[in-house]
């Protein structure tokens, strides 16, 4: 579709609505969209935009060859109050617009997610690389801790038999 395409179905819904009567092709003519020389264009776009005109239900429409026709509809004033075919053009500017942006958000989440992924799994590596060193030093801290107790219990062995034995005191 043409940008001017736009201005030529508007164009169409406010005279189907300031007439409330049908539109032809010679309309466009007249208001200097099209030159008589660019009938063939004229029939090919006018199809078009009775198809639009069908498509959003905003006119009723007439396909025949020779008695081609859009004429106002119960829906075409509501349409028009809520800014016709151009507003409608730019919400579909605006949807493709937000669209791209979630796009480039859920690309960028998806990154996000990546990196903390990458992240965690490093963190997971280096978790298990301090529980085996803080399993290797609470081993060599009970082996300690045990190795106190026992020289604690012969050096009181010790002492108490030296006692016994008069060696001491």
Request: proline residues 1%.
């Amino acid at each position: 579709m043409r940008n001017n395409d736009i201005v030529k179905l508007d164009f169409i819904l406010n005279k189907i609505i300031q007439t409330d009567w049908l539109v032809t092709a010679d309309e466009l003519i007249l208001a200097g969209f099209y030159k008589p020389d660019e009938i063939e264009l004229l029939k090919q776009d006018f199809k078009v935009f009775q198809n639009i005109f069908q498509e959003y239900n905003v006119g009723e429409i007439s396909l025949e060859e020779d008695n081609s026709w859009i004429r106002p509809n119960i829906n075409s004033i509501i349409f028009q109050r809520n800014g016709g075919f151009t507003k409608k053009a730019q919400d579909l500017v605006d949807k493709s617009e937000k669209s791209k942006l979630k796009e480039i958000k859920n690309t960028e989440r998806e990154d996000l997610e990546i990196e903390l992924a990458k992240s965690n799994i490093k963190a997971n590596k280096l978790n298990e690389k301090n529980s085996k060193f803080n399993n290797r030093v609470n081993f060599i801290n009970i082996t300690i801790g045990i190795l106190n107790i026992l020289v604690g219990t012969i050096v009181g062995i010790i002492t108490y038999l030296s006692y016994k034995a008069g060696l001491l005191g």
